[in-house]
């Protein structure tokens, strides 16, 4: 499965910006599905935003009006820029495609702590 390497985490108060960015060890132009994942304590990873490969984009209910999502597929990688964080915005945020998701394989990811 394609490795993800995901940056750009830290911590930030809430109501200020974060943007993530993640890169693909290989090509993402023929990936169906990408998205931006985030996992809580003992938790699984939820769809947090993603891009299908006609530049749809889709947001959880949570993020809509405050998370951006972008991939580029010359460079593969995609962006998060994320607006007015909320403390439920924390967590671990991870890349990975569609079957990367079904067949359970996920990167290191990049932690975000937003304080309130």
């Known amino acids: 499965q394609v490795r993800w390497v995901e940056s750009g985490g830290g911590l930030v108060e809430a109501g200020g910006p974060l943007r993530l960015s993640c890169v693909a060890a290989?090509?993402?132009?023929?990936?169906?599905?990408v998205g931006w994942y985030r996992r809580g304590p003992g938790k699984q990873p939820d769809l947090v935003a993603g891009?299908?490969?006609?530049?749809?984009?889709n947001y959880a209910d949570s993020v809509k009006g405050r998370f951006t999502v972008s991939r580029d597929n010359d460079k593969n990688t995609m962006t998060l820029q994320m607006n007015n964080l909320k403390p439920e915005d924390s967590g671990v945020y991870y890349c990975?495609?569609?079957?990367?998701?079904?067949?359970?394989?996920w990167g290191q990811g990049t932690q975000v702590i937003v304080s309130s």
């Open positions: 290989a090509s993402t132009r023929n990936m169906n599905y």
């Open positions: 891009v299908n490969r006609n530049g749809d984009v």
């Open positions: 990975n495609s569609d079957i990367g998701v079904y067949v359970d394989r």
